[in-house]
């Protein structure tokens, strides 16, 4: 049962454009996100998180938007640069109602930025 | 302040022996959480363990999977007679507290031939 589903496996983009992520939940209870970014043979590297109480969170070239209604969440990184590339995933935890540890991890979105 | 540590990074068992995966967290962090990777798939939660405490398991198989988190020393993540289907990379993470963003340990590829 698949709560957090990254619809797009894989996204090549243009370096200095925009790169968008996209990320679907189907659990309402969910109410805390994270978006980590990953090389091969690493572990995960945190990026940048919200809280259900915000719609967007900005960090430097990154923004999280989140939509509640729509269960949708989007990561927007620009410009983007060469060394974005990466997988990228999407997780989610339902800390008021479950464990704030237990995360959900979408399968990922491989992020190609090009020259 | 190093990062998470895990060992081994790779590990090769037959099937039926049993497998010790260590998790030391980051330098004051006292949560520690497992994930495991399937090939093609995203990580799935296992356990998560506040020190000497198991908080919450409900992604633990059953039967075979055992977590602690001592007072002292590492995280050990066991799993005992293995299978080929436990092949996956497992990764650790480390976080201060809660409602804070995890950090992650460089994982062990666990093989079972």
């Known amino acids: 049962d698949q709560q957090v589903k990254q619809n797009s496996p894989s996204l090549s983009v243009q370096e200095g454009r925009i790169s968008i992520l996209n990320c679907d939940y189907t659990?309402?209870?969910?109410?805390?996100f994270l978006w980590y970014k990953k090389y091969p043979a690493e572990g995960p590297t945190f990026l940048i998180s919200?809280?259900?109480?915000?719609d967007k969170n900005e960090d430097g070239r990154f923004t999280v938007f989140l939509n509640k209604s729509a269960k949708h969440l989007s990561l927007h990184i620009v410009p983007s640069q060469p060394g974005d590339s990466a997988v990228y995933f999407c997780?989610?935890?339902?800390?008021?109602?479950?464990?704030?540890?237990?995360?959900?991890f979408g399968a990922g979105t491989q992020v190609v930025v090009t020259p | 302040n190093a990062g998470v540590m895990q060992n081994p990074r790779h590990l090769v068992r037959r099937r039926g022996q049993e497998a010790r995966l260590r998790c030391s967290p980051m330098?004051?962090?006292?949560?520690v959480y497992w994930y495991r990777q399937l090939p093609e798939e995203g990580l799935k939660f296992m356990v998560y363990?506040?020190?000497?405490?198991?908080?919450?398991e409900s992604g633990m198989p059953k039967e075979r999977f055992s977590a602690e988190f001592p007072k002292e020393g590492p995280s050990i993540l066991r799993i005992q007679q293995v299978v080929r289907g436990d092949s996956a990379a497992y990764f650790c993470?480390?976080?201060?507290?809660?409602?804070?963003?995890?950090?992650f340990g460089p994982g062990t590829r666990l093989t079972v031939t």
């Open positions: 993470a480390s976080s201060p507290g809660q409602l804070v963003g995890q950090y």
């Open positions: 659990n309402s209870m969910f109410d805390y």
């Open positions: 919200i809280s259900s109480i915000k």
């Open positions: 997780a989610a935890s339902a800390g008021t109602t479950d464990s704030w540890g237990k995360f959900q």
């Open positions: 330098k004051g962090h006292s949560h």
């Open positions: 363990l506040q020190k000497e405490n198991i908080i919450d």
